[in-house]
């Protein structure tokens, strides 16, 4: 991603440097494109924070912060239901801890490897340090897929997964929650076998958990609601809302659903979503109730949709849900969904912003299309760290041995959502790129765990 400097020689200099780090990064991790993506897109973005401060570089934060503080494999025997045993691999990137303890969800899909879990641990340092709560950067998860396995055959699989993990979390030290394919159920079984294992109630282990064990109210909400408020303050920057607006949404999981409901609050009209299989558009309207049903209590596919609503078009395949036209794109789904050709095409159909919900939708090149034609884009980073955010509100109330209300809770995350906008538009504009949301996110998260860790001495 290119990121345009006025040249000096201070950021020439600091612009060697970075893409020195850049080069060792690739050669210590061969084969990792997506952990060099994510890195690259955040370094692309610290040069004039370089040139500014030679105490981070006398520090060798960028080279620190790169590197995890531990990277933790291991095998997941379980049994299937036809007595079978299956292994998968588990992982656990504990990144960062500077601000606070580890904090990170576990993703459970065929695709989880090395490098995908160290880019969304890498990633989630930033995030998690724009939310203001004092929680560090790590993530994990398995190549184990929950789709079409027995609740019992998912209950042995994660209790397997627990019973390795457990020996490197806990409440102080790393708190995982969910990501994409896990959810209630998993977070669930996984609970209980902790508390079997440490034979007490450890409610702070896990954040995502149920309402009856120490959940918090608004958690289930929180990615997809704070994903909006944080597009309606980009919005409002230029003097809009999204009364009115058309807006695409991919995916049709918990951040997708959440986004929808809170958009559709707000007056917009959602004309389509997808799941991993292909999109549905409704030119009047998604209709949620139905989405909600089959995504959440039917575990059906979207292509059902139309089933009940014969006006709406199903399509197999997911790329070319960006070719609707639509004032509003928000990403929803995965990582890399939105390529250089994806984005031109909503460009051309007429997207004035992108807010994305998923972790990394947008390719490099395609935030460039975005950038290069005057769309307003908010990162992932910035735009959906109000899930990570109310998990460390549920880890506050597991502390404290309480319950905030539904309206407590989601005026908390409203307010951090318009903090993290307020901190990237300042930090853009005092490092000279006011309006870009990428390089101030980047910044803006960084120069606290920075901060930190020079405090902190070389440890």
Not at 19 to 31: H, I, L
Not at 135 to 161: A, L, W
Not at 335 to 358: R, Y
């Amino acid at each position: 991603m290119a990121i345009t400097q006025q040249t000096s020689p201070e950021l020439q200099e600091a612009q060697q440097y970075v893409n020195e780090v850049y080069e060792t990064v690739k050669k210590r991790n061969p084969g990792e494109s997506e952990f060099h993506q994510a890195v690259k897109e955040i370094l692309d973005s610290l040069t004039p924070v370089f040139a500014k401060n030679p105490k981070y570089r006398n520090n060798a934060i960028l080279e620190r912060i790169v590197e995890p503080e531990r990277l933790i494999t291991f095998r997941v025997p379980w049994v299937d239901d036809q007595g079978k045993v299956q292994v998968n691999r588990g992982f656990r990137v504990q990144f960062n801890s500077a601000i606070g303890p580890y904090k990170g969800g576990l993703r459970f899909h065929p695709s989880v490897n090395a490098s995908i879990i160290k880019f969304l641990g890498f990633e989630q340092i930033f995030k998690n340090s724009l939310t203001g709560q004092p929680i560090g950067g790590g993530k994990g998860g398995s190549d184990f897929d929950p789709k079409g396995k027995s609740d019992n055959e998912v209950m042995k699989f994660t209790q397997s997964f627990m019973t390795e993990l457990s020996k490197y979390i806990g409440p102080d030290t790393d708190v995982p929650a969910g990501d994409i394919g896990v959810g209630a159920r998993e977070i669930g079984y996984m609970f209980g076998q902790y508390k079997r294992l440490r034979g007490g109630n450890e409610a702070g282990v896990l954040t995502g958990k149920g309402l009856t064990y120490g959940g918090s109210l608004t958690r289930t909400e929180a990615t997809g609601y704070g994903l909006v408020y944080f597009t309606a303050e980009m919005l409002k920057t230029k003097g809009e809302s999204f009364n009115g607006k058309t807006v695409v949404v991919s995916g049709s999981g918990n951040v997708s659903i959440y986004a929808i409901e809170k958009a559709q609050e707000l007056g917009a009209k959602i004309v389509a979503c997808s799941d991993s299989n292909g999109y549905v558009y409704d030119k009047n309207g998604i209709n949620l109730a139905t989405v909600k049903r089959l995504k959440e209590v039917e575990r059906k596919r979207i292509k059902e949709y139309v089933t009940e609503h014969p006006t709406a078009e199903y399509f197999e395949g997911c790329e070319n849900i960006w070719s609707i036209p639509c004032d509003i794109a928000l990403p929803c789904a995965t990582q890399n969904e939105i390529n250089e050709a994806s984005a031109k095409k909503l460009v051309a159909n007429g997207v004035k912003f992108v807010a994305e919900g998923a972790n990394m939708p947008s390719t490099l090149e395609a935030i460039d299309v975005y950038l290069s034609n005057n769309v307003y884009f908010g990162p992932a980073k910035a735009a959906n760290a109000g899930g990570v955010a109310v998990s460390a509100l549920e880890m506050a109330q597991n502390s404290a041995r309480l319950a905030w209300t539904f309206e407590e809770v989601d005026a908390k995350l409203q307010t951090i959502m318009k903090n993290i906008y307020n901190n990237s538009v300042n930090a853009a504009a005092e490092y000279g790129h006011a309006g870009n949301l990428v390089v101030g996110s980047n910044i803006a998260g960084f120069l606290k765990v920075a901060d930190t860790m020079v405090a902190h001495g070389v440890v």
